[in-house]
């Protein structure tokens, strides 16, 4: 089953990280068949601080507990877990989050 972004709770959501401020906009999601995830397509758009620079972007790809969706404590945990990724790499990646329930 395909999802709206806009259905996606993190959608929209904005980090704070040690790379500076990102917004998560959720491109594309669907439920993953006979099991309960989610596969998110997400692009982080970084802030440049000053304004005058181009605006990074960031691509990422994700499978998470399909309660992402209703429980905060999941999404906080998600965003967390978006937030070391930033942190810790550059570029775009995949992060397997289905272990965080």
Known sequence: MILEP??????GNVLGTA???WVIRVDAAA????????????TLHGATGSGLGP????????????PVLHQLHVREGVACDIRG??????????LDLRSIL
């Open 55 to 66: 605006e990074r972007m960031r691509r990422l790809g994700m499978l998470v507990p399909a």
């Open 6 to 11: 806009e259905q996606v709770p993190l959608n």
């Open 85 to 94: 990724w930033i942190e810790a790499t550059d570029g775009n990646g995949f």
């Open 31 to 42: 439920y993953v068949h006979d099991t309960d995830s989610l596969l998110l397509n997400v």
């Open 19 to 21: 790379k500076g401020t």
